[in-house]
């Protein structure tokens, strides 16, 4: 029932932040598991990090201290604010939302996604 809609990548340097947007629309999203996911060219789609309905989260190893998942309750968005930005952090990042409690990892742990979102780091 819930609809993605992700916003905020464009190009940045190498160092440089990026605070990207997911707004959930049918549905509440602190009813899911929200997740972003991020595919870059030539590669499979992977599992960045993740926010539980209690707002625990959980980072890919190469994206933590670095990139921070929020909550915005009164406009029902998940943010990711990424900072450090490297040029390996150069994809296509996508918001995706399942039903459940519990964080997965896999792209087929997720049953409803956005349109993605293009960000681009440059060295």
């Known amino acids: 029932q819930v609809q993605l809609v992700e916003s905020g990548g464009g190009s940045v340097q190498a160092g440089g932040s990026l605070r990207l947007s997911c707004a959930a629309s049918?549905?509440?999203?602190?009813?899911?598991?929200m997740a972003w996911f991020r595919q870059a060219p030539g590669q499979e789609r992977e599992f960045v990090g993740a926010?539980?309905?209690?707002?625990?989260?959980y980072y890919v190893d190469s994206v933590k201290g670095r990139f921070t998942i929020s909550r915005d309750n009164a406009k029902d968005t998940v943010n990711l604010q990424m900072n450090s930005l490297i040029p390996e952090d150069t994809a296509v990042y996508y918001c995706?939302?399942?039903?459940?409690?519990?964080?997965?990892?896999?792209?087929?742990?997720?049953?409803?996604w956005g349109q993605g979102t293009q960000v681009t780091v440059s060295s």
């Open positions: 995706a939302a399942r039903g459940g409690y519990i964080i997965g990892t896999r792209r087929d742990n997720y049953e409803f």
């Open positions: 926010m539980a309905r209690d707002d625990s989260t």
């Open positions: 049918g549905g509440r999203s602190i009813a899911y598991v």
